[in-house]
Nanobody, 116 residues
Framework: QVQLVESGGGLVQAGGSLRLSCAAS????????MGWYRQAPGKQRELVAH???????GYVDSVKGRFTISRDNTKNTLYLQMNTLKPEDTAVYYC??????????WGQGTQVTVSS
């Protein structure tokens, strides 16, 4: 079973930046699409950014222009650069394959809290 370890979260003021990392215990080279998901309190988990192995990326409207997803296949690591953070970005952030059922497991996530 793959192990996913997210890191880089924290408490930041609105307008600030964070860079999240996600290390996978297995190769992500064969995974066509990797993504970052988030779950805010009382809400369903949502996919906010995805990146294909060919380099195409996509973002949910609420983060477009502020978040950038990238991957390093040699390190089996996924990144999410988050700029101009807003209080509504507060959530636990997870990485996974897209769809997540490819691995059917989740890491512990990393908490991002944006204060106003």
């Amino acid at each position: 079973q793959v192990q996913l370890v997210e890191s880089g979260g924290g408490l930041v003021q609105a307008g600030g930046s964070l860079r999240l990392s996600c290390a996978a215990s297995t190769s992500i080279l064969s995974i066509a699409v990797m993504g970052w998901y988030r779950q805010a309190p009382g809400k369903q988990r949502e996919l906010v950014a995805h990146l294909t192995s060919r380099g195409s990326s996509g973002y949910v409207d609420s983060v477009k222009g502020r978040f950038t997803i990238s991957r390093d296949n040699t390190k089996n690591t996924l990144y999410l650069q988050m700029n101009t953070l807003k209080p509504e970005d507060t959530a636990v952030y997870y990485c996974n394959a897209v769809p997540w059922t490819i691995w059917s497991s989740w890491g512990q996530g990393t908490q991002v809290t944006v204060s106003s």
